[in-house]
């Protein structure tokens, strides 16, 4: 098997560490032409699909993609923004303060990077690239707080597989989850609280995550779990009753169960019983996207009025809030441990002295 050709070598010179911050993806514009490519990346995963590729692939080609682009190019109309699609705003900013947020807790030279699983930037050329920038120490930090094989898994079958033909591979770690960190737990809670600050508080908080099958929590899945364990942190945190929060699951696909109960009939059934108000959070969703900016802030708000209900608040997600930042780079910090991020500056300098007698000595050999 053939490996990449590596780039030149340089003797004496200094590893650096980087962290790369991978979300799920977005198209590169709203179009049909654009989304149909996303689409059909996305769900030719069979992390994502888990059904005979024979048979999917004749779905997908034939039904799918035909039929659902040009539908989620709309949808995708409807929240674009003069910089983009936001989720890939959102994870850009993300990145630039948490790399911020590390150098200001002393982790110098610490690169931050953002990719996604699919579309761009792609996770393999963001991996190209530091190589390039001389990272010899790789932290992967997915943008999914909780596990998932449809989400986490892939991206580390995506990082296996770039490195597959890579003949000098970087010190790698991979971040699994984080859906009970404290610092992910706090920031929740302070979008919350902040929300209810400015515009009240409503009868009902529904915390909804992304749905997946229920098939996968059946052959071991964890996700379900994790999500029921943040949901039970956040609302400990906020001190809520068990009967002033509901979990929820959105996003369904396809006629097979998926994870329940689903967002959008619970909505409905509580503006039925008289809710009058209710507050939903995605707490999935570290980034606002077409999951929270269309389905819920649009799709589930008309169910919900539709059903009778009156207000309908959508509280967004973690963004670029600054407890979020220190969250993120409090999640980092223990996936940092053991790489030379701290140093002083004597360190500094004893450092680039012995890589400078590293280069002389092995130019003397012949290097």
Request: net charge neutral.
């Amino acid at each position: 098997m053939p490996f990449r050709k590596e780039p030149p070598h340089t003797h004496g010179s200094i590893a650096h560490s980087a962290i790369v911050l991978v979300n799920l993806g977005t198209p590169d514009a709203p179009t049909r032409s654009a989304v149909k490519r996303y689409l059909k990346q996305f769900l030719s995963d069979p992390r994502v699909v888990e059904i005979p590729r024979l048979v999917w692939s004749f779905i997908l080609k034939l039904i799918i993609l035909p039929f659902r682009s040009g539908a989620s190019a709309k949808k995708y109309q409807t929240i674009w923004t003069k910089d983009g699609s936001p989720l890939k705003v959102h994870t850009q900013k993300q990145a630039q303060l948490l790399q911020a947020a590390l150098e200001q807790r002393g982790h110098e030279g610490v690169q931050v990077r953002m990719a996604m699983r699919y579309g761009s930037p792609s996770l393999p050329e963001v991996l190209d690239q530091l190589k390039l920038d001389g990272c010899d120490r790789i932290a992967v930090l997915p943008a999914y707080p909780q596990y998932s094989g449809t989400t986490t898994a892939s991206i580390w079958d995506a990082v296996f597989a770039h490195y597959k033909n890579v003949r000098n591979i970087p010190e790698l770690r991979l971040v699994k989850h984080y859906h009970d960190h404290d610092g992910y737990i706090d920031a929740l809670h302070d979008t919350v609280l902040a929300y209810w600050d400015a515009h009240g508080r409503g009868q009902k908080l529904v915390m909804s995550f992304h749905g997946v099958p229920k098939r996968t929590l059946e052959l071991g899945d964890p996700y379900y779990c994790e999500c029921q364990k943040t949901a039970r942190l956040l609302a400990a945190r906020l001190r809520l009753a068990p009967d002033e929060y509901v979990v929820t699951f959105q996003s369904r696909f396809g006629k097979a169960e998926w994870l329940q109960p689903y967002t959008a009939p619970t909505v409905a059934e509580l503006a039925r019983q008289g809710v009058e108000r209710v507050d939903v959070i995605c707490p999935g969703f570290t980034s606002d996207c077409l999951e929270t900016l269309e389905e819920i802030s649009m799709e589930v708000k008309h169910d919900f009025e539709t059903a009778g209900g009156k207000e309908f608040h959508y509280i967004p997600c973690l963004n670029e809030a600054p407890t979020w930042i220190v969250g993120m780079a409090e999640i980092a910090e223990q996936h940092l441990i053991g790489w030379p991020t701290m140093m002083s500056p004597s360190q500094r300098e004893a450092e680039r002295r012995d890589a400078e007698m590293a280069r002389e000595h092995a130019l003397r050999l012949g290097a």
